[in-house]
Each structure stands twice: as structure tokens, then as C-alpha cells.
């Protein structure tokens, strides 16, 4: 989707994939910073590890305590920073990492944008507590909603973020369980496991403690498969559905505002993604 974006603007850039183990990390950011990279996004292990190895973070990265977007940034001779796109003639001397979150937003306009969804005193049911899930915790937090429901295999992750939601957003309520009465229904359950990335998986969700009737939209972050069994399983039972490509494609399109500084083709990228992904 970058290169398709990068392709539409008529820019020169090129977005490629690179295997970095979890001890090499600062030494692939030192190496991306001075070849002279726009940026870099980071997944799944290293959005944890790279918040201290930033120069300095945008408050995206601090509120949600996690990078998953670099920009590379250049001191001009008046001594601000700017983006590379700004040094055409002469590299900068000093370049420094400024780290950026647009995974936490991203749930946010995907709900908005696929479900229709505004989440200000809505009553969530959230499956997993990972690296997404948690963010997602936090982030549904800050939108105000009036109940969340936090499920997950290990409970001691989900006793952590409660804690850390009655502190930050202390007016959300916080079960540690499956909606029971009187909040036993509920507008959204959000898929946040792993459970439905293969095709002989369990479901992420127990239907003798939950079952589809008690909510009104079913939110699954896993985008390949297009249609996990839970999704399929909600649309059966009249469910509001989507899938997580909307998350994947706004915080891609985030990420390229950070690094071009300007507005990402949010179509062109969204027919990329289906094309590559689901070969439509
Ligand atoms: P993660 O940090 O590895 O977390 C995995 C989660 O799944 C944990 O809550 C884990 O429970 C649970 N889980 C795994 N295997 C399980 C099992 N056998 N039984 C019960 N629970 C199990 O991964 P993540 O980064 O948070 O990603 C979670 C999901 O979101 C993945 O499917 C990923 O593809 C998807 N995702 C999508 C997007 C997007 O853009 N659409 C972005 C990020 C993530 P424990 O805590 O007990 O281990």
C-alpha cells in the first residue's frame, strides 16, 4: 500500500521489508539513519523495544507507550529538525529518531469508518490482551466509552491494564470478565487474540459465558482470512461485521502523512492492500 501511495504522489520512494532480530534493532535503526531512510515502521516485537531507543517521541508514542512509526528528522543550520524530503541539495550532519504510534488511532477510524461506530458511552467486550489488545484497551478508554470488558488467556495482563485504565481514565468501567447483568448487552466485541489465523483455531470467544445475541457489531483485528469463524459466525447471527484491513490501511496511511507530509491516498492504498491481500 506504501509503494502504491508513494507511486500516486509521484514520489521517488520505495517501502521494502526487512527481518531484523529483536538484538539488532538499534543497530538497524543506526543503519536505516544514516543510509539516509525517510522512516521506518516497526511490528510485533519491536514496537516495545524501540521506545527508548528514540531521540525523542511524539506524544503519540509516549501516550500509548509503544513505536510503531520512525521519522528520521535532520538539523537545519537554523537548528530545527525537519523531515529528509526538506534536505534536497546537502544531507544533514545530525539526524535524529523521533518515534510516532498510528496503531491506536487506527482502531479508532476503522470502527468510525467500516461499523459506523462513535465509541463516546459505548459498552465494549475486548478479547486479548497482547500488544494490540492492550493498546486497544487504552485507546477505547480515551474515547470514553462507559464499560469495557477485558478477556484474556493470561489474566494477570488484563489485571495490569485495568489497573492502568482506573488511572488514566478512572470515570471507565472495568470488568475483568464476559458483560453480565445489567451490562449484558453490549454495542461491539472486539477480536484482539491471535485465535482465527489459522483455519483449525479455537474461538477467541467462549459462547456458553457470551453469545452474539448480547451485541450489536462484531470487530475482528485478524484481516487474513478475510472472514475469520467469528466473523462468520456474527454475521450469521445478525452482527454488524468488519475485519481488521481498515486498521491495517489508516495506520499505514498515518504513517505515510509522518514520513511524505502529505495526505495519503487512502483509496489508492485500500485497493493495494485488497489486491495484494485478498487478490481482488
Ligand atoms: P500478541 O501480542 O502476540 O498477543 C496475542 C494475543 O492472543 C494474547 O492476548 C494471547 O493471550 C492471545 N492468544 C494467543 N494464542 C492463544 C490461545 N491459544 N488461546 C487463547 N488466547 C491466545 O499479538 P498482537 O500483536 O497483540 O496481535 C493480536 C492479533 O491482532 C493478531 O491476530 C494480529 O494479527 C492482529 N493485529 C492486527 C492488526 C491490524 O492492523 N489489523 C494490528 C495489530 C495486530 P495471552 O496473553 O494469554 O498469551
Not at 181 to 193: R, Y
Not at 251 to 266: D, M, N, S, V, Y
Request: a neutral charge; hydrophobic letters at 45%; aromatic letters at 8%.
Amino acid at each position: 500500500m506504501q509503494n502504491a501511495a508513494f507511486a500516486a504522489l509521484g514520489l521517488d520512494w520505495r517501502y521494502l521489508a526487512f527481518e531484523v532480530a529483536p538484538e539488532n534493532l538499534r543497530a538497524a535503526i543506526e543503519g536505516a539513519k544514516v543510509m539516509g531512510f525517510a522512516g521506518l515502521n516497526l511490528t510485533v516485537p519491536h514496537k516495545l523495544l524501540a521506545v527508548n531507543l528514540m531521540d525523542a517521541l511524539d506524544e503519540s508514542a509516549r501516550v500509548w507507550g509503544a513505536v510503531n512509526t520512525i521519522r528520521f528528522e535532520g538539523r537545519t543550520p537554523q537548528s530545527d529538525w525537519r523531515p529528509p524530503g526538506h534536505f534536497e541539495k546537502d544531507a544533514p550532519v545530525e539526524i535524529r529518531t523521533v518515534g510516532f504510534n498510528t496503531d491506536a488511532d487506527a482502531l479508532v477510524n476503522a470502527l468510525r469508518a467500516d461499523l459506523q461506530l462513535e465509541l463516546s458511552g459505548k459498552k465494549v467486550l475486548l478479547l486479548g490482551a497482547g500488544g494490540a489488545g492492550r493498546t486497544a484497551a487504552l485507546r477505547l478508554a480515551a474515547e470514553n466509552v462507559s464499560a469495557l470488558f477485558l478477556v484474556n488467556r493470561t489474566s494477570s495482563k488484563i489485571l495490569e491494564i485495568q489497573q492502568e485504565i482506573k488511572q488514566k481514565f478512572p470515570a471507565v468501567y472495568v470488568g475483568l470478565d464476559y458483560p453480565k447483568p445489567p451490562h449484558s448487552e453490549i454495542d461491539l466485541l472486539i477480536n484482539a487474540t491471535s485465535l482465527g489465523l489459522k483455519s483449525d483455531d479455537p474461538s477467541p470467544l467462549d459462547e456458553k459465558l457470551f453469545s452474539f445475541r448480547q451485541t450489536a457489531a462484531v470487530y475482528d483485528m485478524i484481516y487474513r482470512p478475510s472472514a475469520t469463524a467469528l466473523l462468520r459466525a456474527a454475521r450469521s447471527a445478525g452482527c454488524t461485521t468488519a475485519n481488521g484491513l481498515g486498521m491495517l490501511l489508516y495506520q499505514g496511511a498515518r504513517a505515510f502523512e509522518i514520513w511524505t507530509g502529505k495526505t495519503a491516498p487512502l483509496e489508492v492504498m485500500r485497493r493495494a492492500l485488497e489486491h495484494n491481500i485478498y487478490g481482488l
